[in-house]
């Protein structure tokens, strides 16, 4: 009999033991990292050189075009009067026109796409820093991103909401909470 209740003790002390404590138990936050991102002014002004950028480029193939077209209506206008040496030079001048116009279209694609990531890199890399200094003074361990859509549930009562605390963070107003629209 005792040595049933001593191995009792022992079992509760053990499991009370590896219970997690107040103290020891580890705070979690959560955010909305797309949301925080949308509200920095860094990145309406990322956005607005991008949306400069992609008209520029815009511009460009939009003139190409043109130039093309009004080729093509030279073409179809004056073949019956032209010679077949004329013609072949005129079909191999549109071919060619339209294989720089497809080749800048995908250059295009890419400079757009390579110079949306130099620009908005910097902007998500500020707002983690933010988040992660926030998290640090708070004494969060765990920090769940809304926004990635792998969390099913949260219960706010038990967790730390940081959006507050990064906008503040980063000088963003508390009333702000739509994205700047970019004209």
């Known amino acids: 009999m005792k040595k049933t209740f001593m191995l009792m003790v022992v079992s509760v002390l053990a499991a009370t033991a590896m219970m997690p404590t107040k103290a020891s ?4 936050g959560h955010i909305n990292s797309q949301e ?3 509200l920095m002014p860094e990145r309406d002004a990322a956005l607005k050189e991008l949306q400069a950028f992609g008209k520029e480029l815009s ?3 939009s003139s190409m075009q043109t130039d093309f077209n009004t080729k093509l209506q030279e ?3 004056k073949k019956a009067t032209w010679n077949e040496s004329i013609i072949k030079t005129k079909e191999d001048e ?3 026109l339209g294989q720089r116009i497809q080749q800048f279209q995908q250059t295009a694609e890419q400079d757009f796409s390579t110079r949306q990531e130099s ?3 910097p902007v998500m890399k500020k707002a983690q820093e933010a988040i992660d200094k926030v998290a640090k003074a708070q004494g969060i361990a765990y ?3 809304l926004s990635s859509g792998a969390v099913i549930y949260v219960d706010e009562a038990n967790t730390v909401n940081l959006l507050p605390l990064v906008k503040a963070e980063l000088g963003i107003p ?5 994205p700047t629209q970019i004209q």
């Open 25 to 28: 138990a580890q705070k979690l």
């Open 36 to 38: 925080i991102v949308a």
């Open 59 to 61: 511009e460009t193939i």
């Open 75 to 77: 073409y179809n206008d």
């Open 94 to 96: 549109l071919n060619s």
């Open 119 to 121: 620009l908005l890199t």
């Open 143 to 145: 920090v769940i991103d």
């Open 174 to 178: 508390a009333s702000k909470t739509q």
